[in-house]
């Protein structure tokens, strides 16, 4: 995710601890803080490829739209 970026990254320091500042007193404040472009670019990548993985395997991860009420069964594995 950050190969290639390492040593390019700007280094305004002030602007990071100042954006450190402002979500460390948000509320809420933020479980993840990417500080700089190249940064906010691979967290969002990273997010669109897992949630294209997670869209492709959505018919396996939820009942069909028919059987979406409490009898639901789906197959269980034989090693659980």
Known sequence: MTKGIDGTQSDDRVAAAAGILTASSADPTPLRLPLGDHA?????????????????????????????????????????
């Not at 906010?40 to 949630?51: M, S, Y």
């Not at 997670?54 to 269980?76: F, H, L, M, Y």
């Open 40 to 80: 906010v670019d691979a967290v969002l990548d990273h997010l669109r490829t897992v949630e294209a993985e997670i869209r492709q395997w959505e018919p396996v991860s939820t009942p069909p739209s028919a059987t979406k009420e409490k009898d639901w069964n789906p197959p269980r594995n034989e090693l659980c």
